[in-house]
């Protein structure tokens, strides 16, 4: 099989599933993200580098960023719908971009849970800074305030003040945009369940001494953890709601007694549930993306 892996080389997910693609005797080739091209015409249609083009199957490692400039969001939504385009012509793309695009979009991700039926923290979108108040208002004073594109923690804080989220940004702008999510009070750990096509890995991480945030890149603890039955259904159905293959699915136990679901990743990491469980999900991974990759037409 011929595998095309988008991300950066240097990357650890993207050397080892390269390297294990290869030890099981298959062509893995990465592929940069600024590398990608295509070509459309006289009713064909093609891709760049030949790799991609020629691709059983394609891994999407690490999300379409590009630089700030002026060109940016063109160049973002270019290189999700090449996705999609090489997904429409039958190339298994895993993930594809609708599921992508719905898990790095933390409102529309928990729209979708929400819509269904999935349990998930009550947020607010809203457009500058008295909107953001009102809503804080409205969850109750005490929330989470996130990046709606974001991952591994990054720029979330939390606010139970005007004044903390004036201090967000001293300058914003009148439309500056604020995702809030209620706070919910919570154990000091959450649950990382990973769902690769049939098979599921979990752990669970401990916040840090006197943070919050479990995340391991902000000092979280990974731990051996096997969920409830009930649980890991819950993660299975919300990596179904967002359709994604390989997910790694946050839940959180709350101090009342429910389990929420926080976030579905569709990019998600496994460096640290290998390292913590044992468990080759690496190979995991890879035998996934063979599978699938015998699904394209020829």
Known sequence: MRVAVVGEPAGWHVGRLTARLTAMGHRAATVRWRDLGAAAGSGHERFSPAELD??????????????ATDDRLERVIFRMNALARLAARGTPVINAPRALE?????YLSAAWLSAGGLPVPRCRVAQGIEAAEQARAELGGDCAVKPIFGSRGRGILRVRSREEVAAIDPAPAADRLYLLQEFVPHPGWDVRVLIVGQRVFSMRRRAAPGDWRTNVALGGTPEPFAPP???VDLAI???????????????????DGRVLVLEVNGVPGW????????????????????????????
């Open 54 to 67: 020629e691709a059983d199957a394609v891994v999407v490692r690490g999300m379409p960023g590009a630089a």
């Open 102 to 106: 719905a898990a790095i979009d933390k």
């Open 229 to 231: 039955a009930d649980w």
């Open 237 to 255: 159905r919300a990596a179904q709601c967002l359709e994604t293959e390989v997910a790694g699915v946050d839940l959180l136990p709350t101090a």
């Open 271 to 298: 460096r640290a549930l290998e390292a913590t469980t044992g468990d080759d999900v690496t190979t995991a991974v890879a035998d996934y993306v063979v599978e699938r990759a015998a699904t394209r037409p020829t």
